[in-house]
């Protein structure tokens, strides 16, 4: 019997590969299958828009692409200028968009043992479209839910 419980100790969790970056001194996360690539901040071409965090739209290979600044979307201050970030493009079931984020940092490799549930008291924008929240090294990480973000209307 006990093999059979040292056996069970040792079931293996799905992980989860994620993108870490940060905004503002906030850290987040996108999964890495929703990422398809990172690139250095370019100008965009503004549109006429009523929404504040889309920037506007950029050429990325051939393809056009609506640029939107993750940190007014998820309603966070930061003093950053836009020059000195990062576009991470995605793509989803919605399509895809490239987010402004002031800095990527790594890929980190993650369990669901290690996802805890979000906190109620972030701001009503940021708690819609975060699904979980990690601790890493003592850096406290929100999971992006990259469906919640693009899904949610504006």
Known sequence: ??????????VMLPEQKLVRFQLGEEHFAFSVDSVTGIIRWREVTPLPTQTQHLLGLANLRGRTLPIS????????????????????????????VGFLVDDV?????????????????????????????????NTLISI???????????
Do not use: Y
């Not at 992006?144 to 504006?154: A, C, F, I, Q």
């Open 1 to 10: 019997m006990s093999e059979v419980a040292v056996l069970q100790d040792e």
């Open 144 to 154: 992006v839910d990259m469906n919640s973000l693009v899904g949610v209307s504006e």
């Open 69 to 96: 600044d993750l940190r007014i979307r998820l309603g966070i201050v930061s003093t950053k200028p836009a020059e000195h970030g990062f576009i991470i493009v995605t793509e989803n079931e919605h399509g895809s």
């Open 105 to 137: 940092a790594e890929v980190i490799t993650i369990t669901e043992n290690d996802v805890q549930p979000s906190v109620s008291e972030t701001n009503s924008a940021m708690r819609s479209m975060v699904s979980g929240l990690i601790n890493l090294d």
